[in-house]
């Protein structure tokens, strides 16, 4: 029994330890990530602090700045409570451990003690030649092997005992000092948050005394914004017009070879996903909702999707997300399509690229390494993002749309 609960307390051991040092690992690699994206906003910050003139992207970048510490917070609070889980369970193995190595300590002194006074051979000789028949002599004597083995693995448990225990009251200590940096580091960032919100009242107080330049800065984006839906809804409503012919011609042609009624085409968007090829291309764009890789290699999402304020009586309506990357970086398709349309909107560009009856909208690009009709691969470089040379923002406008209708990209893309 002693040897199977030994088993038993190593096995609960090794999955717990396996558990946390999982659930550790992710916790860690999310803060790094959100460092990494804290930096690169960090650095853009400094250049909007000296500048003169702020816009909506520099405030946007200095929301998603506060947002991205209050979640590095609330990872760090995350990983106060696993440790403190951990240590928790350490504590309860450390004092079960104790018991059961006290426990053998008692069974294999009261054994040392029996055996010490039966050490002799005389005495365990007059023990087996006092039995009544030669089968209890046998028996006796099986018995005096047994407990001499049994002995010996009494000792071995206590070994064994010992080393878990001293393995496990390291650890204790490790995750304390652990815990006590994560508790350093939540202070750290609590403080520095404090300054980021204060500062973000400054910056606002600045924005607010712009009031009319403000005013035309969200006339101006809600113009892009119209001129850019308005684009991709007539190209999407060509896509569908297109494939209606061509289902339409196929289904003629189909009926005149076998003799029949040609059969009714699908109406509306789900003609886009009428053939075996679109169908598979959509179900297979579904299937990989949460794992789509960014369209940038580096970026942060300084607006995300949806209706959005900014303190006056003007709202944007965002269809997508705008991400916040380096200069010059690189534009990639996040699934495998073909390029619907390239779309020049004064100075700049914007790919539309359909996945059956889902599309992806890339725009605010610099330059454009693509056609339409071309077939693109995951991953596949479809151009580079443009700087605003007005306040030096670099941002992609990113879509994601079943048919016309937008969807949160947020929740397609990888965390």
């Not at 500048?51 to 609070?77: D, F, G, H, M, P």
Request: charged residues 25%.
């Amino acid at each position: 029994m002693s040897l199977i609960r030994l088993f038993l307390c190593f096995l609960f051991l090794v999955i717990a330890g396996s558990a946390f040092a999982q659930n550790s690992a992710e916790l860690k690699r999310r803060k790094e990530a959100l460092n990494q994206e804290i930096e690169m906003l960090r650095r853009s910050q400094n250049q909007v602090v000296n500048s003169k003139r702020l816009s909506l992207k520099q405030i946007n970048a200095l929301n998603a700045q506060i947002r991205l510490r209050e979640e590095k917070i609330r990872t760090v609070n995350s990983e106060i409570r696993l440790l403190d889980n951990q240590i928790s369970e350490n504590t309860n193995t450390v004092r079960s451990l104790q018991s059961q190595l006290s426990r053998l300590k008692k069974e294999y002194a009261a054994m040392v003690l029996f055996a010490f006074r039966n050490q002799s051979s005389y005495s365990k000789l007059m023990f087996i030649f006092a039995s009544h028949d030669f089968n209890q002599a046998y028996k006796r004597l099986k018995y005096l092997q047994q407990f001499g083995d049994y002995r010996q693995k009494q000792a071995e448990y206590i070994e064994q005992t010992q080393k878990a225990l001293g393995i496990k009251i390291v650890e204790l200590d490790h995750n304390k000092r652990e815990k006590g940096s994560l508790l350093n580091d939540q202070e750290k960032e609590k403080v520095t948050l404090g300054k980021e919100k204060n500062n973000q009242s400054v910056q606002l107080s600045r924005l607010s005394k712009q009031e009319k330049q403000l005013r035309q800065e969200l006339t101006a984006k809600q113009k892009e914004v119209s001129r850019l839906n308005r684009a991709i809804q007539t190209a999407i409503s060509r896509e569908i017009e297109e494939e209606r012919r061509r289902a339409e011609a196929a289904a003629r042609a189909a009926a005149a070879k076998s003799g029949t009624e040609a059969k009714p085409v699908a109406k509306g968007g789900g003609v886009l996903a009428a053939t075996p090829e679109a169908a598979k291309l959509s179900s297979d764009f579904l299937s990989n909702r949460g794992r789509l890789p960014w369209p940038v290699a580096v970026g942060t999402i300084v607006e995300r999707f949806g209706v959005h304020g900014y303190g006056v009586n003007v709202t944007v309506d965002n269809n997508g997300i705008d991400i916040k990357t380096s200069e010059g970086a690189a534009v990639r398709a996040v699934f495998s399509g073909e390029v619907s349309t390239v779309y020049n909107l004064g100075g700049q560009y914007a790919v539309l690229i359909r996945h059956g009856e889902y599309f992806t909208v890339y725009s605010n690009l610099r330059t454009v390494s693509v056609s339409k009709g071309q077939k693109v691969s995951v991953k596949q470089n479809i151009g580079s993002v443009i700087t605003d040379p007005v306040d030096g923002t670099t941002q992609l406008h990113f879509e994601v749309r079943k048919v016309a209708v937008p969807m949160n990209p947020e929740g397609w893309l990888a965390n």
